[in-house]
């Protein structure tokens, strides 16, 4: 089973994270950036099929500027194959409709057009919109089976099982499918010191749009098909009242909710 | 006026409070029509119309049931190409968003997620979202095909506004990639009589400081009539479902009223639940994040707190 599993390079949570004022993108020259840590549950369960299966190769691909190559890094440490980074001035800006054509077309060239499992987060951690996965089973034909906190991959087939509201389901679907994981199903491996020395000789094939294809009209900020209008940092909360137990800490919450109206 | 298409949440007929959010915000920008897909519309209809639906179009047939989101992005699809909509309106949850996505795909039509505002714009319909966990606030506008929104819950009142609601049946024939992905058993949880966690106007959230006790935190959510919520320590610890998680992997919550108990408000956290209008916190450890957010925080310890404030909640309800 080949498996190739995308991966996003993001601004860290930790960070102030914050937008260009140029041209309301986000900023990721300001701030430290790494794997997107949802994609690490991706990353650690294509690994573990693999293992399983005791052949197969997972290739982890990530779009993204050239300091993405830490994210490929990172999933070549936990112990993926190899890499592939698609990185293009053009791609800048770009939404997720054209995030989703670029990794459909890279997906396609990796696998010649015959992918058997293609893997991905539940959502990026800066975007966190959780609506590439679909998109990219849209574009390459794909079924989708999504939110998998479990999964079993048979013989020709994939079953998973999700967490839903109101009921656990399992859902089923043949091969070739898209797949895409919760941080339910696994606990992401630290890379190991032979794993971080192994990377370095990993191959990390490098993309442009040309590569692809793609012409650089069809991506990046002026085609998307969206627009940021305005962006406005929200005032921090006023912080309110905060008060110490003295034995009436309850009364004085309840006091606090009548005043609001909420009793 | 242009007609606007909702995508009706439901199960089984039966209406989740998104829908008639999404009729009363279609309404800003023209002319609500459902798109019932599945059984049970003869029970939603009057609700339909109730909250301004003209039309209800239904798609009701074997092949929808059990398929995911892929039929109903289809069934949308033919709409949007039959109507020519101004717009396409579902809910901001998993399954709304991967039906959205889809969509766009095959109409070509841009797509905002996550909305927490939609209104008519000088350039169309305009957005606002709310990201970063909360420390941002976007506008945003479509520029390509038919505008596709995902509304989060929450985003606003309800009104009713009768309309006709007039069903027409629509035969939208599924492909067979539509139908590759299904549901092979689903087990359905048992219902706690909460209100649902998303659609409360009260969320009261336990986390980690209730050692696994989530008897003051029930009870105190019952004696305001609150949904109960959970952060992700609390559900890795097994000691609630994690249906019920909030934050960035779980639950998106922005009711009237949000009370963490024992959760110490890590940013993950804290991208489930800072849109919530107010917000309160009972936390033994007065450095603990959480405050920084608070309208009104009791540090102390919730075991005598919570408590406290049940008996003191009852007692003013009479
Ligand atoms: C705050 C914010 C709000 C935004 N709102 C919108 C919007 O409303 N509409 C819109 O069209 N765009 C929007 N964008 C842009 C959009 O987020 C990006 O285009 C992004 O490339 C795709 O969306 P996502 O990060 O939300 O991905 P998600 O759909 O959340 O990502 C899910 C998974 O897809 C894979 N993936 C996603 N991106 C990549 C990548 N670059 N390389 C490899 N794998 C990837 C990963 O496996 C990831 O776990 C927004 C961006 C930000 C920062
Ligand atoms: C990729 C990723 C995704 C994540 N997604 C989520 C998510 O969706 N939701 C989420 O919640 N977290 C999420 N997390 C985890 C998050 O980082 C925190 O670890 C988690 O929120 C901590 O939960 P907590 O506040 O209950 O526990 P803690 O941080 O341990 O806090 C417990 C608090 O309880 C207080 N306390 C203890 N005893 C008492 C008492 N008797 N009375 C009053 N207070 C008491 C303590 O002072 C402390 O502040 C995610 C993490 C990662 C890496």
Redesign the pocket.
């Known amino acids: 089973m080949n498996i190739v599993v995308c991966v996003k390079y993001v601004p860290d949570a930790q960070s102030d994270r914050s937008f260009r004022d140029s041209d309301r993108t986000v900023d990721r020259d300001g701030v430290d950036g790494l794997l997107s840590?949802?994609d690490e549950y991706a990353v650690e369960e294509a690994l573990k099929i693999v293992e399983a299966a005791g052949e197969g190769e997972v290739t982890v691909l990530t779009v993204g500027p050239a300091a993405a190559a830490n994210a490929i890094k990172k999933a070549l440490q936990m112990g993926a194959d190899k890499g592939v980074h698609v990185e293009d001035e053009a791609i800048h800006g770009s939404d997720a409709a054209a995030t989703s054509l670029v990794l459909a077309e890279a997906v396609r060239k990796a696998t010649s057009g015959t992918p058997e499992l293609v893997m991905t987060g539940m959502s990026s951690?800066d975007g966190v919109m959780g609506v590439v996965p679909a998109m990219l089973a849209e574009r390459l034909g794909l079924p989708q089976v999504t939110y998998a906190s479990e999964l079993t991959v048979g013989e020709g087939t994939v079953t998973i099982r999700r967490d839903g509201d109101t009921a656990s389901e399992t859902i089923e679907a043949s091969l070739p499918a898209l797949v895409s994981v919760t941080?339910q199903i696994n606990e992401p491996r630290y890379p190991s010191f032979k794993g971080i020395m192994a990377a370095k000789k990993k191959p990390v094939e490098q993309w442009a749009l040309a590569d692809l294809g793609i012409d650089s009209s069809q991506v990046g900020l002026r085609a998307a098909w969206t627009s940021v209008v305005s962006v406005t940092k929200r005032p921090p909360r006023a912080q309110g009242q905060i008060v110490a137990d003295e034995g009436d800490g309850g009364s004085r919450l309840a006091e606090f909710l009548a005043g609001q109206k909420f009793i | 006026m242009a007609e606007v298409l909702v995508l009706v949440d439901h199960a089984d007929g039966r209406l989740r409070k998104a829908t008639a959010e999404l009729l009363t915000i279609a309404r800003r920008l023209g002319e609500p029509s459902a798109v019932h897909v599945g059984p049970g519309v003869e029970k939603a209809q009057v609700t339909l119309a109730k909250y301004g639906a003209h039309k209800v179009y239904v798609v009701d047939d074997a092949d929808t049931a059990g398929y995911l989101v892929a039929p109903q992005a289809e069934i949308l699809a033919a709409l949007v190409e039959k109507l020519a909509p101004a717009a396409v309106l579902v809910p901001s949850n998993a399954a709304g968003k991967e039906i959205a996505a889809r969509l766009s795909i095959k109409t070509g039509s841009g797509l905002i997620t996550d909305a927490v505002d939609v209104r008519a714009g000088d350039n169309g319909i305009e957005t606002t979202q709310s990201v970063f966990a909360g420390s941002y606030s976007v506008t945003s506008t479509v520029t390509a095909g038919t505008p596709i929104v995902a509304v989060k819950p929450n985003s606003a009142p309800i009104e009713a506004s009768p309309a006709a609601g007039v069903i027409e049946t629509v035969a939208v024939p599924m492909s067979d990639a539509a139908k590759a992905a299904r549901v092979t058993d689903s087990r359905p949880k048992q219902a706690t009589g909460r209100p649902e966690l998303t659609e409360a106007a009260i969320v009261v959230s336990g986390?980690?400081?209730t050692?696994g006790d989530f008897g003051p935190v029930e009870a105190f959510a019952d004696s305001l009539g609150a949904a109960v919520g959970a952060?992700?320590?609390?559900v890795d610890a097994g000691w609630y479902p994690h249906s019920s998680?909030?934050?960035?992997?779980?639950k998106q919550v922005s009711p009237q009223l949000y009370v963490a108990?024992?959760?110490?408000?890590?940013?993950?956290?804290r991208a489930?639940m800072q849109t919530s209008k107010t917000i309160v916190a009972?936390?033994?450890?007065e450095e603990?994040p959480i405050f920084e957010l608070v309208d009104f925080g009791v540090v102390?310890?919730?075991?005598s707190v919570l408590p406290q404030a049940t008996e003191d909640v009852k007692k003013r309800k009479g």
């Open positions: 840590e949802l951690t941080d | 986390g980690r400081g050692g952060s992700r320590a609390a998680q909030v934050g960035q992997t779980g108990v024992g959760i110490s408000g890590a940013i993950q956290h489930g009972v936390n033994k450890d603990a102390g310890d919730l075991f």
